[in-house]
């Protein structure tokens, strides 16, 4: 939310004051120290995003990159040359994977759906619901909107996921306001962030899982980063940039998916944390 606002994007969304984990039993919640947090529908974050950009004079040229050509002095892709290409082209990114950057991912496959409803958030608070089979995040992102993701390594359909949190399920009167959207897998292993002149950052430079809800929030910083490191002719410092600023997001994540990948360890995650208050707490805070 500070990147957002330091670029001068103004966008509309809907505070949230911290985390709040259930699991039908047992509770806990955790705000943040400083500022609260900003949840937003996605469409109106691109079109904050695309308004600054416009504002600024950035050109925008829409066409599809089937090849890229590069030497040393700069590359080449769809009809464009310049000195580098950032690729931003997503979790599954189709220029990573065509610069042989992908590395296959180990554990499980884990997938996310998430649909609109037109309910006025009954708290300030971002809901993880947890059960043996996956997680249920309804986050505030209008005034008279939610928003729930699922994140499972279960196949199956949002409605069935939805039967297994029943407290949740009670509250979601009337339909949905907008069609189930799914992705996946979401871990994404890469070999490196660069090649040559092609640089990758948000969820093309790796994705570990979504369950912290730090892409956004990573994807905004670590460009702050890359512009910073060719502003100063320093393309190669860039990985290990992105390494040092993602590594606590990645271990803390990479810890909560062990976990959540079998139904034991999952039920432990809601009791351990309600045990443990100022450690949930401390630990919510470190990723915001």
Known sequence: VAALEAMGVEVEGR??????????????????SAAPGLGVRRTHLHAALARRAA???????TGKITRVE???????????????LVAA??????????????LPAR??????????????PWTDFVEVHWSGAGEAYVTPVAGDLIGVAILSSVRRGYDEHLRGFPG?????????????????PLRQAVRARRAGRVLLVGDAAGYVDALTGEGVSLAVRSAELLVRCLAEDRPEDYDG???RLSRTHRLLTGALVQAARRPVTARLVVPAAHRLPGLFTGIVRILA
């Open 107 to 120: 554990g499980p496959r884990r997938y996310g759906q998430r649909r609109h409803y037109r309910i006025e």
């Open 70 to 84: 590069q030497n040393r002095d700069g590359v080449q892709a769809a009809g464009l040359r310049a000195r580098w």
């Open 241 to 243: 940039a992105w390494l």
């Open 168 to 184: 949740l399920n009670r509250r979601l009167r009337g339909p949905a306001v907008t069609p189930v959207r799914g992705a996946g």
């Open 15 to 32: 505070g949230f004051r911290g985390i709040h984990y259930l699991d039908g039993r047992r509770e806990v919640r955790a705000a943040f």
């Open 55 to 61: 504002e600024l004079g950035v050109k925008t040229v």
């Open 89 to 102: 082209d997503g979790l599954h990114s189709p220029l990573r994977r065509s610069l042989g950057l992908d």
